[in-house]
């Protein structure tokens, strides 16, 4: 009887050790499919930049996006993961960043540790979406090496220190003032929207765009179903980036980025819904493709910080709202002077700005985990405000100290005659059957 | 805006905002399709319109 208890024993642990191992690896593999998924955002973001370029600068619009996604990966092996893990609390570095500096057992092959490479490589991903929705608000006139700097500095330091604030379990956002944004519509969008908002002062528009007297001409896409095209491929590609904004328990139920119980139905619920709102938002108010796709990219954005806990008609009736606003607030930084080329001031930083202060609006008093305060309109609003700030002043300044130099801007005669021809080794399209025509104003 | 149905993670289901609030349910539903099929109204009138103008070729 006793020998037959300790072999039951045995079995017993050997089949929790196996279960155990099993949800181990689920959740491995979970995470290296949503990084594969978040891939296809930047194939979407390659081709929505190119589209978006006049033909004579499509390819050096391609190599500017191409070497951003390049940049980011090693930079944020070097700093960014550790930046996240030690300034949960401010500016004062914790010292859980040791697990994250380059040279930690954990940053690297590690058969005791199945989590770090696939969270590292999820976040990495989130930092070179940052990237990307910088870089199309530059193209055509931004020197590729300040590009680059700039790049790091918002991927790989700017973002990944608000994630840490607002997007961490213990985030001094969340802790003090129960800031909540689950879906990143903060501490990604805000951020990165902000950011190029700051940029773009300093850059200045591109040759042409605004005649002498300030009004604005339209400066085409060369392609623009490219362009639409590679919206939708973006989206795609946020399936993989939201479902990495949700954490796999073994064995128990998901929870979110701060800890609370959530599901990815509700993921899934309130992304699709708002992800209508905003096309529908878009459609009304502008019938322009263009806008309709970036409107589906809105209308997530806007409903991103609560999609864990909405009802889904409401994040359609954010993301109808999203949809049809954020296009007005783009002709708007159109009259302020403002040459953002493909919107994505208006699209990340004022989409964002819905879906974090939304969460206030809406679902005020949602309990935290225990000892951190509610969900409240107060607490989302100092959210938002240390969102823009963060993404605003660096970029502002750092692109700043990069024109003072004379490193920042493309010379006005190279933007005329094109980027492709001076400087790329091969054409878009040798037949040349697209012109790179030069614009009145030019 | 109190939307959180309830106070405490424990043993919660249905924690969708105003799920605890029949009337807000139903108010933001009639108010999601008005938006989707307002929509698709104004759309239509657009596209008559669109139809009926004279464009120069």
Redesign the interface.
């Known amino acids: 009887m006793e020998q037959q208890l300790a072999e039951l024993t045995e079995r017993l642990a050997a089949l929790e050790a196996s279960h155990g191992m099993a949800g181990t690896i689920n959740m491995e593999i979970f995470y290296w499919w949503c990084t594969g998924l978040m891939v296809i955002i930047h194939a979407g973001f390659l081709a929505y930049e190119m589209g978006a370029s006049r033909a004579k600068n499509v390819l050096a619009s391609g190599i500017k996006n191409i070497l951003a996604f390049a940049f980011i990966i090693p930079t944020f092996f070097f700093f960014g993961w550790y930046i996240y893990l030690a300034f949960p609390n401010g500016f004062i570095p914790s010292s859980d960043g040791e697990f994250g500096v380059p040279w930690s057992e954990y940053m690297g092959p590690n058969l005791a540790d199945n989590a770090t490479g696939v969270f590292w490589a999820a976040f990495t991903l989130f930092a070179a979406t940052t990237a990307s929705i910088f870089s199309g608000a530059v193209i055509e006139r931004i020197r590729v090496a300040s590009f680059i700097l700039l790049a790091i500095l918002l991927g790989s330091a700017v973002w990944i220190l608000g994630a840490s604030w607002g997007w961490h379990p213990t985030g001094w956002l969340t802790a003090q003032f129960g800031y909540h944004d689950v879906g990143a519509a903060g501490v990604v969008h805000m951020i990165a929207g902000f950011y190029a908002l700051g940029v773009l002062i300093n850059l200045g528009p591109r040759v042409g765009k605004f005649n002498p007297d300030g009004t604005a001409n339209d400066l085409p896409a060369h392609n623009v179903p490219f362009t639409i095209f590679g919206l939708m491929l973006i989206i795609v590609g946020f399936f993989g980036f939201l479902g990495g904004c949700i954490i796999y328990v073994n064995g128990d139920q998901w929870v979110n980025i701060y800890g609370q119980p959530a599901t990815l139905s509700a993921f899934a619920f309130n992304t699709l819904m708002g992800f209508s709102g905003g096309i529908i938002g878009a459609w009304v108010c502008t019938r322009d493709p263009f806008w309709m796709m970036s409107g589906a990219l809105i209308g997530i954005f806007s409903a991103a910080a609560g999609l864990d806990i909405y009802y889904p008609p409401l994040a359609f009736l954010l993301g109808l709202f999203g949809g049809f606003v954020v296009p007005i607030t783009a002709k708007w930084l159109e009259r302020m002077g403002i040459d953002d080329a493909v919107g994505a001031f208006p699209v990340h930083g004022i989409g964002g700005l819905i879906g974090v202060v939304g969460v206030g609006v809406f679902a005020s008093g949602y309990p935290n985990v225990e000892g951190f305060p509610p969900i409240s309109l107060y607490g989302q609003l100092v959210g938002a405000v240390v969102m823009a700030a963060l993404g605003f002043i660096p970029g502002y300044l750092a692109s700043a100290l990069l024109k003072g130099l004379g490193i920042l801007r493309v010379p006005d005669d190279v933007q005329i005659r094109g980027l492709d021809k001076t400087k790329v080794p091969v054409r878009a399209y040798p037949e040349g059957s697209i012109g790179g025509g030069v614009m009145p104003a030019e | 805006?109190?939307?959180?149905p309830?106070?405490?993670?424990e043993g919660?289901e249905a924690?969708?905002?105003?799920?605890d609030n029949p009337t807000a349910?139903m108010i933001?539903?009639i108010?999601?399709?008005i938006?989707?099929f307002g929509?698709i109204l104004?759309?239509g009138k657009?596209e008559a319109e669109a139809y009926k103008a004279k464009i120069p070729e």
């Open positions: 805006m109190n939307g959180s309830i106070t405490t993670w919660a924690v969708f905002t105003f799920a349910i933001i539903l108010l999601s399709a938006g989707c929509a104004y759309g657009h």
